[in-house]
């Protein structure tokens, strides 16, 4: 039964986990909104969200970031820039200026990835351990580009180094455009792959990157109600805690008890 959280206590919800909490992480992608679209985003959805990416380098360019990340921040989610904009750091060789511009903003986690540039991966696991000294890391595995094909023991190795090294979650690429990675051109999932790593590594230490309803639907029945999943867009958080909850067709069935699937 769902508690006062919700407008009615509807019966046969499935359990959803509450913030702080490990598993059932919702991940969302800013991509440069105002400060009063962010106003409104938080008020609607925040109790639904854990972590705010500003994607790639928008917060480079983006009018009110410290204002925006202030928001977010006093409404109890954790704020990074994207790991595009590390990577945009560290080719240019200036990670100290990286650690300046994070720290400046006030931000309180961060994202270390290699998806657009070739970085050895003991570099990328020492970046890691010096940001994990001071913020909550999440680490990306998996290539930007597509048809760029990484070995399932590689990406498995990859996400235990990564862990290991201080993340506290591993990024499952698919990029906001759900089209590589973890996901076929098409949008489909790779499921020999998904199959892999989770065998390997602990279904609660992965955000699976899933900006397609079909996708997330696919994860949510595969997982359930309390899966980690990434790439959400600011206006589809809502849309997806229903699909989280059964309370959209795409997932209506699946977690209801089997006495009631049957026809009225």
């Given at each position: 039964m769902a508690g006062s959280r919700y407008n009615f206590e509807i019966a046969h919800l499935p359990h959803r986990t509450t913030k702080p909490r490990n598993e059932g992480v919702t991940m969302v992608m800013d991509k440069g909104i105002s400060?009063?679209?962010?106003?409104?985003?938080?008020?609607?959805?925040?109790?639904?969200?854990?972590?705010?990416?500003?994607?790639?380098?928008?917060?480079?360019?983006?009018?009110?970031?410290?204002?925006?990340?202030?928001?977010?921040r006093d409404a109890g989610l954790k704020v990074y820039v994207g790991g595009t904009l590390f990577e945009a750091f560290v080719i240019?060789?200036?990670?100290?200026?990286?650690?300046?511009?994070?720290?400046?903003?006030?931000?309180?986690?961060?994202?270390?990835?290699?998806?657009?540039?070739?970085?050895?991966?003991?570099?990328?696991?020492?970046?890691?351990?010096?940001?994990?000294?001071?913020?909550?890391?999440?680490?990306?595995?998996?290539?930007?580009?597509?048809?760029?094909?990484?070995?399932?023991?590689?990406?498995?190795?990859?996400?235990?180094?990564?862990l290991q090294a201080g993340a506290s979650k591993v990024i499952a690429e698919a990029r906001e455009s759900g089209t590589v990675g973890i996901f076929h051109k098409n949008g489909s999932a790779h499921t020999l792959l998904i199959n892999r790593i989770v065998n390997k590594i602990?279904?609660?230490?992965?955000?699976?990157?899933?900006?397609?309803?079909?996708?997330?639907?696919?994860?949510?029945k595969l997982f359930g109600s309390n899966v980690n999943l990434g790439n959400i867009g600011v206006d589809d958080v809502i849309s997806l805690e229903t699909l989280r909850l059964g309370l959209r067709g795409d997932t209506f069935f699946t977690f209801l008890p089997e006495a009631l699937k049957q026809p009225l």
């Open positions: 400060l009063r679209q962010a106003e409104d985003f938080v008020n609607t959805s925040a109790d639904f969200v854990d972590f705010v990416k500003l994607g790639f380098g928008t917060s480079i360019i983006t009018k009110n970031t410290k204002e925006k990340i202030k928001l977010y240019r060789n200036q990670f100290d200026g990286y650690l300046k511009y994070i720290d400046n903003l006030g931000l309180n986690s961060a994202e270390v990835s290699d998806g657009s540039i070739e970085l050895e991966h003991e570099k990328k696991c020492e970046y890691i351990s010096k940001l994990a000294k001071n913020y909550t890391v999440l680490s990306e595995v998996g290539s930007k580009e597509e048809g760029v094909i990484i070995h399932p023991a590689r990406w498995i190795k990859m996400m235990q180094n990564e602990k279904i609660e230490n992965i955000i699976w990157e899933t900006p397609q309803k079909s996708q997330q639907v696919y994860f949510l």
